[in-house]
């Protein structure tokens, strides 16, 4: 229990921190991450466990070649922190939707769709859920899919809880490439800070439909006609409008907040997001609220959520781990990189060549279990200014971002890619570079096209004084 206050302690410190400028409140929040990861570190996963004692020592390694040791390290562990502070903000919305009546409705009624368009409502569903419940929006939809998949031979339900779950998948991991309530918009904003993220989310969701109709194409250019029966819904599609508009409202609450407090997106979303979780803990609560003695009630109501969700805290170790290993790299490995060796060989690199090579090394780098959150923390090192390079600073990020979407589809070692291969009984490296090889490998030409036209409109050449 220790290890979750700690973790609660991130949070608030990094509020703090972001908001109120209170003194010492970010070195707070770095030494609460550490001392949470060193506590938790007996029960991480081997992988995990490897991860952070390499991530760490290649971040000393930075720390140890600096003039000033101590300030470096200290902005580290801060960077680290506020990334896992997003991450748990994150996990307040999840902790909701998981109980939420109208999320398990919604599913039911996405799955109870007839063959001709099943694929399109789970990928759009994968996307939209994933932006409220993370992976666990896998988890939940294919769970309906494999109570739904009872007709036909054992072939035909094997091919049907193929397709099914890979348009869960493919909707859910093109989810990363722009929402702002994901991790990635988080690690982008301050790997190329000077890129106006803002303005490149908008396109990253049209870029990312354009990847979910090159999943729907693939689907019906590659798998036969289903005839398969499907199970009775009484649901409407106006039904998927409430849950739009909770996401809608976050992002508005967000933007809102950054606005008007004139912090980053990135903080506001820290702060929003636990607050409309609880929002959306009471309305599910409201026949209990409304007998007499609301305030008793409300407080019992949050009392009861409080107990669940503290014990749960610990198992985001893992998740906390990458995030604060990452951001700790990010800021302290800038130091030992050889910046002038590395700009004498990307000054011989054709500049749009740069952006349109980094969708390639998230994807190959995840093959061997990278995370993208590493991988950008270090890009964002290794090429502090872009524009030195030729690169309008908006590029690289739209990159990382699109990157980030494909990889996260690729890596057999996702969370994404373990949940669905769980619910399809085949190795993840199935689920990855089998039946999503042949359309990332479309969804990469789609996304250079739109690096190539982002790279083009902000170049200073096309930009008017």
Not at 33 to 49: D, K, M
Not at 230 to 254: D, K
Not at 405 to 429: F, K
Request: glycine share 10%.
């Amino acid at each position: 229990m220790i290890s979750a206050w700690l973790y609660v302690t991130v949070w608030a410190a990094t509020l703090l921190d972001q908001f109120a400028h209170v003194p010492g409140a970010g070195m707070l929040a770095g030494l609460a991450i550490l001392g949470f990861l060193l506590l938790e570190f007996p029960r991480q996963r081997r992988y995990a466990q490897v991860l952070f004692l390499v991530m760490f020592a290649a971040g000393l390694t930075g720390v140890a070649a600096a003039a000033d040791p101590l300030p470096l390290a200290m902005a580290g562990l801060r960077r680290g922190a506020a990334y896992a502070a997003f991450f748990l903000a994150l996990t307040t919305l999840r902790d909701a939707a998981e109980t939420s009546r109208l999320v398990r409705r919604c599913g039911q009624h996405l799955v109870a769709q007839p063959p001709g368009r099943r694929y399109a409502a789970l990928t759009g569903g994968g996307h939209v859920f994933g932006i409220i419940l993370s992976y666990g929006a896998i988890d939940l939809l294919a769970a309906m899919v494999s109570r739904a998949n009872r007709a036909g031979s054992s072939e035909q339900r094997a091919t049907r809880a193929r397709r099914m779950l890979m348009a869960i998948n493919r909707g859910f991991c093109v989810m990363n490439c722009w929402s702002p309530l994901n991790i990635m918009t988080a690690v982008v904003s301050t790997a190329v800070p000077a890129a106006p993220v803002r303005l490149l989310l908008p396109v990253a969701f049209l870029t990312s439909i354009g990847f979910m109709a090159l999943g729907w194409l693939d689907d019906r250019l590659s798998a036969p006609k289903d005839s398969g029966t499907v199970p009775a819904t009484r649901e409407s599609w106006a039904i998927h409008l409430r849950i739009i508009a909770l996401v809608g409202l976050v992002m508005l609450l967000a933007e809102a907040g950054s606005t008007i407090l004139h912090v980053s997106l990135v903080a506001a979303v820290t702060l929003c997001v636990p607050l409309v979780g609880v929002g959306w803990m009471l309305i599910q609560a409201w026949q209990f609220l409304l007998r007499p003695g609301m305030p008793g009630r409300i407080a019992a109501v949050l009392r009861r959520r409080w107990q669940r969700y503290l014990p749960r805290i610990p198992e985001f170790r893992g998740e906390a781990t990458v995030l604060a290993c990452s951001g700790f790299l990010g800021v302290t490995v800038g130091g030992v990189l050889p910046a002038d060796r590395l700009a004498v060989i990307l000054n011989q690199v054709p500049s749009l060549i740069i952006p349109m090579l980094v969708p390639v090394l998230l994807i190959a780098t995840g093959q061997i279990g990278l995370n993208p959150i590493a991988m950008v923390a270090l890009l964002g090192a290794a090429m502090p200014d872009p524009a030195r390079f030729g690169v309008p600073p908006a590029a690289l990020a739209f990159a990382c971002m699109l990157g980030w979407g494909l990889g996260v589809g690729m890596t057999p070692m996702s969370a994404s890619a373990i949940t669905t291969a769980r619910w399809a009984g085949v190795p993840p490296w199935t689920i990855c570079s089998r039946w999503n090889g042949p359309y990332t490998l479309a969804a990469l030409l789609l996304g250079w096209l739109a690096i190539a036209a982002v790279f083009i409109f902000f170049s200073p050449v096309f930009i008017v004084p």
